[in-house]
């Protein structure tokens, strides 16, 4: 499928989300219905189909169960079919979401509260020693480059849960790293908003994944 301006969504979009791996423990099953649950409006019928899941939550002893395994991979299903992922319209503004932990970076592209991509990474040596400034800054420009053909030519929003990037075109650039990483943006049209962690709920579990 093709949208409007003949640009093909990114084959990769859900690759994210379908190669999520098993929860193995309740904080990893949290963060995957934390993801899930963000989106519950676009899944039909979410209560039943996360109700193994949320169950497993409420026991003392966490037990994955075959009844739990295809919970998750229909969850998984939903979450990459539509309605929930959307084809991207050029007249609306791009919404790119990120988040870096300590290994990996998350990102969503949005319209409207919408997703139309996921995105996840793992860091390379050099940035797993990194300040959570440059690794954040690097979650950024990653996705920028990832939805390039999305962006480019459009003015679009990043949304980042690093206060110290709201200012980062105003900032006097220091390091040779940081030179490094706002080159890759130049070009593109955007603005820089700061969004809390706890509402960050999609990046920051892609990130964590």
């Not at 809390?196 to 990046?203: D, F, S, T, W």
Request: with cysteine; aromatic share 10%; charged share 20%.
């Amino acid at each position: 499928m093709v949208s409007s301006n003949g640009v093909t969504p990114v084959p990769e979009k859900v690759q994210a989300v379908s190669r999520w791996p098993t929860p193995r423990t309740p904080r990893a099953l949290r963060g995957f219905l934390g993801l899930i649950g963000f989106y519950r409006r676009f899944i039909k019928g979410y209560a039943a189909l996360a109700s193994p899941l949320t169950k497993l939550l409420c026991h003392d002893q966490f037990e994955w169960s075959q009844e739990a395994e295809t919970a998750f991979q229909n969850l998984k299903r939903a979450l990459i079919e539509a309605p929930v992922l959307a084809l991207p319209d050029f007249t609306t503004p791009f919404v790119v979401e990120t988040d870096a932990s300590r290994s990996s970076m998350g990102a969503v592209l949005t319209q409207k509260g919408h997703p139309l991509a996921y995105y996840n990474k793992q860091f390379c040596p050099k940035l797993l020693n990194a300040s959570t400034y440059v690794r954040e800054l690097a979650a950024i420009t990653a996705a920028v480059k990832k939805w390039h053909q999305y962006l480019l030519g459009h003015h679009f929003v990043i949304l980042t849960n690093h206060q110290s990037l709201r200012e980062l075109m105003n900032q006097t650039i220091q390091t040779p790293e940081q030179h490094r990483y706002l080159a890759r943006l130049l070009g593109f049209d955007y603005s820089i908003q700061y969004r809390a962690g706890r509402n960050n709920v999609v990046a920051g579990a892609l990130s964590r994944s």
